[in-house]
């Protein structure tokens, strides 16, 4: 379902972080956000992706296309100088990224190394504050914040195993960073999806069976959808939801309103 066309980000302009390909949550979450008038700066890892990126931008019709390594202080802060640069100011921030060790999610949680721990814990959830304090000093009056996080966070969910613990850690980044900056008017929200088939999901073991369960069992008895979970950001990025800030927003056909469920 594509949304009807509206002006709800008319005059507004954001950084999307997180495009892999066109599977990616963040690229329908941009598509949405460009149809509802948005100006766009997209941000992806690595130089070497540009090639996959640039027409991506392109189609999307974004007017910023930067390179921004969240794992790297110094990285991010070139991507806010450079948007600083641009535009000047900002008025919202998509953070749709996350990395675990693919053998780390799969198998128990004590599957789990030091590294594996910390790397998963920076670049799924503090790269969100990181990517917050540098962009401080640009965010509009009104300005909204989101990330992208899982059920896994307050459930076990088998083979999420340390990812489920740095969605822990980003629902409750989310919830202090709402309350610094709510006195500046500036909102921070995290959105919780239900499992879909991008790249990040298919390094989860088990993610067919995962999909399998949800669509059986989830009360809209369908798999969310990339355009479910832009509906809800549209919402989020926009001055519909002017007075909502530190919530964690399920778009999992109701998933996670469920009793225990038998494991997979
Ligand atoms: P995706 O398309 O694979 O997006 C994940 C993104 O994270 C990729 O663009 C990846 O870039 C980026 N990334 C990883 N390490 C990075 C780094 N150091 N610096 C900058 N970017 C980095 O998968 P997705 O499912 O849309 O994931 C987006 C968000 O939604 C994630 O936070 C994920 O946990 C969350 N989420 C997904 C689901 C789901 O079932 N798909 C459900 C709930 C929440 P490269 O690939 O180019 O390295």
Same mark, same amino acid.
């Given at each position: 379902m594509s949304l009807p066309?509206? /002006? =709800? =980000?008319?005059?507004k302009r954001g950084l999307i972080m997180g495009?892999?390909?066109?599977?990616?949550i963040a690229y329908e979450i941009a598509k949405q956000a460009a149809a509802a008038g948005a100006e766009l700066c997209l941000t992806y890892a690595h130089e070497k992706l540009a090639p996959r990126l640039e027409p991506i931008a392109k189609e999307l019709s974004a007017s910023l296309c930067l390179t921004c390594d969240v794992s790297d202080d110094a990285a991010i802060e070139k991507t806010m100088a450079d948007v600083k640069a641009a535009?000047?100011?900002?008025d919202f921030i998509v953070h749709a990224i996350a990395f675990a060790h693919k053998d780390e999610l799969?198998?128990?949680? /004590?599957?789990?190394?030091r590294e594996g721990f910390h790397l998963a814990m920076d670049v799924s959830a503090y790269s969100f504050l990181a990517v917050t304090k540098a962009a401080l000093p640009l965010l509009n009056d009104g300005a909204s914040l989101i990330t992208l996080t899982y059920l896994g966070s307050n459930k076990v969910v088998p083979n999420y195993n340390i990812m489920g613990v740095a969605k822990a850690a980003l629902e409750s980044t989310t919830r202090y960073l709402a309350a610094e900056l709510g006195p500046r008017n500036i909102r921070v929200n995290a959105l919780s999806a239900g499992p879909i088939n991008t790249l990040a999901a298919r390094g989860i073991g088990g993610f067919n069976e995962m999909l399998a369960h949800h669509e059986r069992t989830a009360p809209l008895r369908r798999l969310t959808t990339q355009e479910d979970v832009a509906g809800a950001a549209l919402y989020f990025l926009?001055?519909?939801?002017?007075?909502? $800030?530190g919530e964690v927003h399920?778009?999992?056909?109701?998933?996670? $309103?469920?009793?225990p469920t038998p494991a997979l």
């Open positions: 066309q509206n /002006t =709800l =980000l008319s005059g495009i892999t390909n066109e599977r990616s535009w000047g100011n900002i799969r198998g128990g949680i /004590t599957n789990t190394t926009s001055p519909l939801s002017q007075g909502v $800030t399920y778009i999992d056909g109701g998933a996670n $309103t469920l009793g």
